[in-house]
């Protein structure tokens, strides 16, 4: 994908309401700290378009990012953030679900995993879930520039297992640093959702 332009067109809170694009919507989940802002920052060849932070809970917003007029990527509120009270998550976890069970053009669901730990149980549920909600959800198996070469495989098997994932299920080891996996996102995302 050539990025021509960039836009983060609309910002969504627990009170918003959700927009209706006429453009195909590409969305990214995971756990907190994760590295989804990192990740959307690489596929726009920006640094720091969308906001990242060592702090988890960074973004706490839906974020619509209009790329070159054509489709939007997606940034969702990490969840399993620890330090805000059952009430907010519960209102996050409201709007994720409102967004993925409402949008009608969300083509594609991306979740993401750090490749260095064994999925924790709010992977597994949000796994579960997007695929309740009829989505097959592509891994993205973040942060690969912090294990080994020769880890990579073993990584991979262990998040497969943990997960439980549909046969067939891609997973892309990807790293925000090197950049290595971005342009087979972008490759599938092309061929497969737009
Ligand atoms: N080494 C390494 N660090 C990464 C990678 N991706 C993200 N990080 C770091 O992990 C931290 C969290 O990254 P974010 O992109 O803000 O994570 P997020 O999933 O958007 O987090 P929330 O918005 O809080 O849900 C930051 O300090 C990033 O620099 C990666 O591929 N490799
Ligand atoms: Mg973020």
Redesign the pocket.
């Known amino acids: 994908m050539i990025i021509k332009s960039v836009n983060l067109e609309t910002v969504c809170g627990i009170t918003s309401v959700l927009p209706e694009n006429t453009r195909p919507e590409i969305a990214f989940a995971?756990?907190?700290?994760?590295?989804?802002?990192?990740?959307i920052n690489a596929l726009m060849n920006r640094k720091s378009y969308?906001?990242?932070?060592?702090?988890?809970?960074?973004?706490q917003t839906i974020n619509f990012y209009n790329i070159n007029e054509e489709l939007y990527l997606v940034?969702l509120?990490?969840y399993g953030?620890a330090k805000v009270s059952e009430q907010e998550k519960e209102k996050w976890g409201q709007l994720i679900e409102r967004y993925l069970h409402g949008s009608s053009q969300l083509k594609a669901v991306f979740l993401?995993v750090d490749i260095r730990h064994e999925p924790s149980a709010n992977d597994k549920m949000m796994y579960e879930w997007v695929v309740s909600q009829g989505y097959h959800p592509i891994i993205i198996a973040?942060?690969?520039?912090?294990i080994k070469r020769s880890q990579v495989d073993k990584h991979l098997k262990m998040l497969r297992t943990g997960l439980s994932l549909v046969p067939g299920t891609k997973i892309i080891p990807?790293?925000?640093?090197t950049k290595q996996g971005r342009d087979e996102i972008w490759e599938l995302v092309e061929t497969e959702y737009l």
């Open positions: 995971g756990k907190s700290n994760v590295g989804k802002s990192s990740l969308a906001r990242i932070s060592a702090t988890p809970g960074k973004t940034d509120p990490g953030y993401l973040t942060k690969l520039d912090k990807f790293s925000s640093m």
